[in-house]
């Protein structure tokens, strides 16, 4: 005969095991997408600094911010949200 208590319990800590690992890949996915986008601001920064001794607009310092936030810091912002959507609902 089998305890269901015991088991319930068994299930529980995998559980609680499991939310942990979420949280932690949610912070750390949180932490990493803000490091991404303020280096890409900083790169972008970088960049157009030669532009700022001429009257010349910084293109390529528009062309690195827009690129670098489209396809670099929006789809970790995505997995970002996936994340926490997963830990509210539980699963």
Known sequence: M??????RATMRAKK???DNSLDARAA????????VIALIALVA?????????????PLASLLI???GMGFIAMPLCLYHELLL????HGA
Request: with cysteine.
């Open 16 to 18: 609680e095991g499991r």
């Open 85 to 88: 959507q997963r830990r509210m």
């Open 28 to 35: 750390f996915c949180g932490r990493a997408l803000k490091a």
């Open 45 to 57: 920064v970088v960049v157009s600094v030669p532009a700022l001794s001429r009257a010349d607009f």
């Open 2 to 7: 089998h305890n269901n208590g015991d088991e």
């Open 65 to 67: 911010y827009c690129i």
